[in-house]
């Protein structure tokens, strides 16, 4: 079965703080897809990253980065100088197959970030 | 590109009404199109995958029969919530599978449904 946690519920920082945000996820297959999705307030889903379980590279974009690894199963998303505009809900999700095969995602519980002025 | 549309943004009906939620893909086909649900401070859970041309596959515990899917174009995937009822009250967000991008499905902003 395929599964994500995402253990923490909330975080609350202070603008300009770094905040880290875990993902851990559980599946059997060898060929799969992990993302990170923002939900601000309105709701609507922002993509942020796609990694196939091929790539362990890590990945920089501005302030954020990410950081795979599967000898632990853990897809970590870090936020450099936090701002308040990040204040968001952030989901970790999984997907099975290759691009355009079974592509539904499995979402962990979401983590509720609050960036604090 | 790869705009996914969702429509009505929000809803408020009263119980015992059917509800429609529409799905477009705008600017490419979308063969496969999947609905989720998100109740107030949970996480998105997959009901069910609409394919072009046949049946949805509905994920375990999704009543078929109460949450009817038609996605009779590769541009239209179409949600109705029949008979809601106030435990319907949810956020229906909907995806799209296609288009040239590094996203491999893209969501629709999503529809706030309230039953009286």
């Known amino acids: 079965a395929q599964k994500v946690t995402q253990a923490q519920t909330e975080i609350s920082v202070v603008e300009k703080e770094d905040v880290t945000l875990d993902c851990v996820y559980e599946?059997?297959?060898?060929?799969?897809?992990l993302f990170w999705y923002k939900q601000p307030p309105s709701g609507e889903l922002v993509f942020l990253i796609r990694?196939?379980?091929?790539?362990?590279q890590n990945e920089i974009s501005g302030r954020y980065s990410w950081n795979f690894q599967k000898s632990t199963s853990s897809f970590n998303f870090t936020i450099t100088a936090s701002q308040v505009v990040d204040s968001a809900v952030y989901f970790c999700?999984?997907?099975?197959?290759?691009?355009?095969?079974?592509?539904?995602?499995?979402f962990g519980q979401g983590t509720e970030l609050s960036v604090k002025p | 590109g790869a705009v996914v549309s969702q429509h009505p943004s929000w809803v408020i009906c009263k119980s015992g009404t059917s509800v429609k939620i529409e799905c477009r893909s705008l600017?490419?086909?979308?063969?496969?199109m999947f609905w989720y649900r998100q109740f107030p401070k949970q996480s998105l859970m997959l009901m069910a995958t609409?394919?072009?041309?046949?049946?949805?596959?509905?994920e375990q515990g999704v009543e078929k029969d109460k949450f009817l899917i038609n996605h009779a174009s590769l541009t239209l995937s179409t949600l109705t919530v029949t008979s809601a009822h106030p435990e319907d009250s949810s956020f229906y967000i909907c995806?799209?599978?296609?288009?040239?991008?590094?996203?491999?499905?893209?969501f629709g902003d999503g529809t706030r449904l309230s039953i009286l």
């Open positions: 995806s799209a599978e296609g288009g040239h991008s590094n996203q491999p499905q893209h």
């Open positions: 599946t059997r297959d060898t060929t799969y897809y």
């Open positions: 990694r196939n379980s091929f790539d362990e």
């Open positions: 999700a999984l997907s099975r197959g290759v691009y355009n095969q079974g592509g539904k995602l499995i």
């Open positions: 600017d490419f086909q979308a063969t496969t």
């Open positions: 609409s394919n072009e041309g046949s049946k949805a596959t509905y």
